[in-house]
């Protein structure tokens, strides 16, 4: 990642750019990329990774004559200069060069289309940043104290709570968590996170406590305070041995349909030299919650007719997500139509979704 950085960018650079634009750069922005003219467009990318079963994110920073190629004028983004680009899902990450649209000037956001309205320029936002210095130094601060995990040396944009943690005699579980913008939406309400949980055995335990895991039991809980739980045999498919010294990692899923919600729960181990003594571990809770968001300015224009008919749309929505989660109380773990998507990181190969 540090080879891809290009190098500062000068000062006709800038403002050429300014002038294809139409629009004035911030300054916090032109002082960084006269350092660095953003990365070369390559896997993985300096802003950070993700990766899932089925979906892979790495986002690059984009030099400025890229950007100025991205820059927007449409309804619903007009103004909005890309900073970011992910080459598999074509994510970005935009800053407002100027105040338009209900958008605060300079601040930093994920797009959201809302997939509800008829207007193609109702673009919802989730925000990241107030201005490009408070963005940047944020991430690079989650990046350089540890917060964000290095794995197979890409960045993955993972929040871990110290307190997060919880060990149950040898046993330790944390817990780390991430909201997938790009999977999420505000209308309808559906917000997509991943989490990555670690159980390690402390290295001073005695051989004989060596265990395998047999099953799992969640208890998840919505911002409205809605519960479902849900219990299955191991996880991500595999049933792990934990033994002192040893760590085991996965990821999964889960999506709400409120902003916010939490979860715990806990495993069940048996003893491999005493078979018939199981015992359980606890999962410490989680909470999750989705950045701050800005509905688009052309939803909030609508008539009341169009409104209500939307509100009414979103409604239904929501009871058919509840609809789905009790009729899945007596289906097995597989016949689940939604909820929990496990995948182990240690034998996830990133190449294979390129």
Same mark, same amino acid.
């Given at each position: 990642?540090?080879?891809?950085?290009?190098?500062?960018?000068?000062?006709?650079?800038?403002?050429?750019?300014?002038? $294809?634009?139409?629009?004035?750069?911030?300054?916090?922005?032109?002082?960084?990329?006269?350092?660095?003219?953003? $990365?070369?467009?390559?896997?993985?990318?300096?802003?950070?990774?993700?990766?899932?079963?089925?979906?892979?994110?790495?986002?690059?920073?984009?030099?400025?004559?890229?950007?100025?190629?991205? =820059?927007?004028?449409?309804?619903?983004?007009?103004?909005?200069?890309?900073?970011?680009?992910?080459?598999?899902?074509?994510?970005?990450?935009?800053?407002?060069?100027?105040?338009?649209?209900?958008?605060?000037?300079?601040?930093?956001?994920?797009?959201?289309?809302?997939?509800?309205?008829?207007?193609?320029?109702?673009?919802?936002?989730?925000?990241?940043?107030?201005?490009?210095?408070?963005?940047?130094?944020?991430?690079?601060?989650?990046?350089?104290?540890?917060?964000?995990?290095?794995?197979?040396? $890409?960045? =993955?944009?993972?929040?871990?709570d110290p307190e997060c943690v919880a060990t149950t005699g040898d046993?330790?579980?944390?817990?780390?968590?991430?909201?997938?913008?790009?999977?999420?939406?505000?209308?309808?309400?559906?917000?997509?996170?991943?989490?990555?949980?670690?159980?390690?055995?402390?290295?001073?335990?005695?051989?004989?406590?060596?265990? $395998?895991?047999?099953?799992?039991?969640?208890?998840?809980?919505?911002?409205?305070?809605?519960?479902?739980?849900?219990?299955?045999?191991?996880?991500?498919?595999?049933?792990?041995?934990?033994?002192?010294?040893?760590?085991?990692?996965?990821?999964?899923?889960?999506?709400?349909?409120?902003?916010?919600?939490?979860?715990?729960?806990?495993?069940?181990?048996?003893?491999?030299? =005493?078979?018939?003594?199981?015992?359980?571990?606890?999962?410490?809770? =989680?909470?999750?919650?989705?950045?701050?968001?800005?509905?688009?300015?052309?939803?909030?224009?609508?008539?009341?007719?169009?409104?209500?008919?939307?509100?009414?749309?979103?409604?239904?929505?929501?009871?058919?997500?509840?609809?789905?989660?009790?009729?899945?109380?007596?289906?097995?773990?597989?016949?689940?139509?939604?909820?929990?998507?496990?995948?182990?990181?240690?034998?996830?190969?990133?190449?294979?979704?390129?």
């Amino acid at each position: 990642m540090v080879l891809s950085l290009k190098e500062g960018a000068r000062e006709e650079d800038l403002d050429a750019v300014e002038a $294809q634009i139409g629009c004035k750069l911030p300054d916090d922005y032109r002082c960084s990329y006269r350092i660095h003219n953003g $990365q070369k467009l390559v896997v993985p990318g300096l802003l950070g990774s993700m990766a899932l079963s089925n979906h892979y994110r790495s986002e690059d920073l984009l030099d400025v004559d890229t950007a100025a190629g991205g =820059f927007q004028q449409r309804q619903g983004l007009k103004y909005c200069l890309p900073l970011t680009f992910c080459i598999h899902t074509g994510l970005s990450q935009y800053i407002a060069v100027e105040a338009a649209e209900g958008r605060n000037k300079n601040e930093v956001f994920y797009q959201c289309p809302d997939q509800m309205a008829r207007n193609p320029a109702a673009i919802d936002m989730f925000i990241i940043g107030a201005t490009f210095t408070d963005w940047f130094t944020s991430y690079v601060n989650s990046v350089v104290s540890g917060g964000f995990p290095i794995i197979r040396d $890409q960045i =993955f944009r993972y929040v871990h709570d110290p307190e997060c943690v919880a060990t149950t005699g040898d046993i330790t579980v944390s817990v780390s968590t991430s909201f997938l913008p790009e999977l999420s939406s505000v209308h309808p309400p559906h917000y997509f996170f991943t989490y990555r949980i670690r159980i390690e055995m402390s290295k001073d335990a005695l051989p004989e406590k060596a265990c $395998q895991l047999d099953s799992r039991y969640w208890r998840i809980t919505n911002a409205k305070g809605d519960v479902e739980e849900v219990q299955g045999p191991g996880v991500v498919g595999e049933f792990p041995i934990i033994s002192p010294g040893r760590v085991y990692e996965y990821t999964s899923c889960t999506t709400f349909s409120t902003t916010s919600g939490y979860m715990e729960g806990y495993y069940t181990f048996h003893f491999l030299y =005493f078979k018939d003594k199981i015992f359980n571990v606890a999962i410490p809770r =989680f909470h999750m919650a989705c950045p701050t968001f800005r509905v688009s300015i052309a939803r909030l224009e609508l008539g009341p007719d169009e409104y209500e008919e939307m509100e009414d749309a979103e409604e239904e929505e929501d009871d058919d997500d509840s609809a789905d989660m009790e009729e899945s109380e007596e289906e097995d773990e597989e016949a689940r139509p939604r909820r929990l998507f496990d995948v182990p990181i240690r034998r996830r190969r990133y190449s294979r979704l390129f």
